[in-house]
């Protein structure tokens, strides 16, 4: 038995995709490519040089295992002193998510790269381990900057931190038969974790090892900019290097402000002089029809930019376009990189004052979700590709078809940015020691909290829960709630080991968002307080009965408002359990903790 178990393991732990309908079924029908030859052969090395990466000996459509990444990444280290090489952590599987630290002056910790004054770029690749082109082109960035020499300068005025793989475990999760709708590389990693959890779901909960350890990193080194770079899903278009940030009408204005004036147009610029087609970020408001729309959204904590526009860290979502080939996304991501770090080093002083004002804003009140501006939307030029919406005789349903052929729209730009639920501010909120995982999320983030070492007793304004409901299936490892709320001034009292969280502070923002019951992305929504959802004592007939009448021979409007909710709601006539707990929980002896959140606004 134990053989048996032992061998049901060694399977399960080595698991591939076997199961096919046939040839078909592995050969994914892509729209029509368009054409792209690279435009500056200086990028790339012959396949005889001793700093060639596997990307450029595989005919551009290769990146490297794990292991062979890690194995060359060490070599680089050793052979240029400008580099250091640390472990920020280690997933589940036990590999560690390696960053690179590239410094001329050898500022290989926080403090020393704070003490050289100057700006640091935070790149990241592999979040979504299929998405991959951000690992290739570090590397050869990297490799340039160092022993090749050809973009020395490059270091001169900007630091990089370049993490080549946030999500090593999916990374491993290495075949083929991964992003079905993307062109290249040949292989290619699985989007989640080894868990299933999708990594850029995660900057408000902090569940996954990955994640943790790159917040850990940010928090630590507090980078002046920070990139986290993707791959698209979706439609086809002319673009094939997007991105975009929480704009002027978020929570970061002047950082909005420095990237578009500053940094944007360096940005198009370069990567236009290199032979490559720069875009806005694509959310079509109809998958089938960009005609009818891009919708331009103010994201929530639990994406990279939109953490990032919430803790003042100026944040750019990349997204290289899924059905360009892979050496031309590679490549303009190496631009892309080339030409941020020399923007920081042009323009890092205005961006440092425009952090500081956005880290000094203490709006009342705040905003917790967006929703879509009103009025008719601005129209704006899209490049996109010619399609046709067809009919299925497979499915019956309508599906787009791309041509391959770039045509001109002009469409509206639908701005996701206008203030939905918004909250007054308050001056702090009290989370009592019995939540101990929320006390560690909100340290982790860098939310300063102050703990108390006696018991304290305090009138605040708490919420009670109004119609929570669950989820009906799981999302990213949680079951999310969903509630309105009722508020209440209640005297609580919160035991040793209890945290005070102010709002004055630079991450204030951030704290309001994680701890109000209606924000999107709070720790009560992502399940976090699912215990105050149940409850626990109750009263039997036999003592309820009476009592109930007694209530009503002593109260008339009581018993008036009884007989009211006899003849408005049947489900309740009907039930006697419902008409019971009616006068239970008009005495004192209910639980007055039930639906209460626990978390106190002074």
Not at 130 to 145: H, Q, S
Not at 260 to 274: C, F, G, M, Q, V
Not at 313 to 323: A, C, Q
Request: overall charge neutral.
């Amino acid at each position: 038995m134990a053989r048996t178990t032992f061998l049901l393991l060694c399977s399960f732990a080595v698991l591939r995709h076997t199961a096919s309908a046939g040839p078909a079924a592995e050969t994914p029908i892509l729209p029509p490519v368009i054409a792209w030859k690279l435009k500056d052969p200086s990028l790339t090395v012959a396949k005889n040089d001793p700093w060639v990466t596997p990307f450029e000996t595989g005919d551009f459509n290769v990146t490297p295992r794990y292991p062979e990444m890690t194995a060359w990444l060490k070599r680089l280290v050793a052979a240029a002193p400008e580099l250091h090489m640390v472990s920020l952590g280690k997933s589940h599987e036990r590999r560690d998510v390696w960053m690179i630290i590239a410094s001329k002056e050898r500022a290989f910790t926080p403090e020393a790269l704070r003490k050289s004054g100057k700006p640091t770029l935070f790149a990241q690749a592999g979040i979504h381990p299929g998405e991959i082109d951000g690992k290739d082109a570090g590397m050869m960035l990297l490799r340039d900057m160092t022993v090749r020499g050809n973009k020395k300068g490059l270091l001169d005025r900007a630091n990089l931190l370049f993490v080549p793989i946030v999500g090593v475990d999916g990374h491993e999760r290495f075949s083929r038969f991964a992003r079905v709708n993307q062109r290249g590389p040949a292989e290619q990693g699985w989007r989640t974790n080894a868990r299933n959890r999708n990594l850029n779901r995660d900057y408000a909960k902090l569940d996954t090892p990955e994640l943790g350890a790159v917040v850990d990193a940010i928090v630590r080194f507090d980078p002046e900019l920070y990139y986290d770079i993707h791959v698209t899903d979706g439609a086809d278009y002319q673009y094939d290097i997007t991105w975009d940030h929480n704009g002027k009408d978020a929570h970061s204005p002047a950082s909005a402000a420095w990237i578009d004036a500053s940094l944007n147009p360096r940005l198009t610029a370069d990567l236009r002089a290199k032979g490559h087609i720069p875009g806005p970020l694509v959310f079509a408001v109809d998958g089938r029809d960009m005609k009818k729309g891009n919708r331009v959204i103010s994201f929530s904590p639990r994406y990279s930019h939109g953490w990032g526009d919430l803790r003042h860290t100026p944040t750019l979502l990349v997204e290289n376009h899924s059905l360009k080939p892979y050496d031309q996304r590679v490549f303009g991501t190496y631009v892309m990189l080339e030409s941020t770090l020399e923007a920081l080093g042009e323009h890092g002083a205005a961006l440092r004052k425009a952090i500081t004002q956005d880290r000094a804003r203490r709006p009342d009140p705040v905003v917790l979700t967006w929703k879509d501006q009103d009025g008719e939307p601005p129209r704006k030029t899209f490049l996109g590709i010619e399609s046709e919406i067809h009919h299925s005789k497979v499915s019956d349903g309508r599906f787009v078809r791309f041509s391959g052929r770039p045509v001109t729209l002009e469409i509206p730009f639908v701005h996701r940015s206008q203030p939905g639920v918004t909250v007054a501010r308050p001056k702090a909120y009290w989370v009592p020691a019995a939540w101990p995982d929320v006390i560690e999320r909100l340290k982790r983030h860098g939310i300063t909290v102050e703990e108390i070492e006696k018991p304290r007793t305090l009138t605040l304004e708490v919420s009670r829960l109004v119609e929570p409901k669950l989820a009906t299936s799981p999302f990213e490892g949680r079951v999310r709630l969903s509630t309105g709320e009722k508020r209440e001034r209640l005297e609580m009292t919160y035991a040793p080991g209890s945290v005070r969280v102010a709002t004055d502070q630079p991450l204030g923002d951030l704290a309001v968002t994680l701890l109000e019951p209606l924000s999107d992305d709070s720790l009560l929504q992502w399940g976090f307080f699912h215990e105050i959802l149940q409850r626990t004592e109750y009263m039997e007939a036999y003592v309820v009965e009476p009592m109930a009448e007694a209530m009503l021979a002593e109260d008339p409007e009581l018993a008036a408002a009884f007989r009211a909710r006899l003849a408005a709601d049947p489900a309740f006539a009907r039930d006697p359990a419902a008409r019971r707990r009616f006068f239970y929980e008009k005495t004192p002896f209910f639980d007055a903790r039930w639906h209460l959140y626990p978390v106190g606004r002074e």
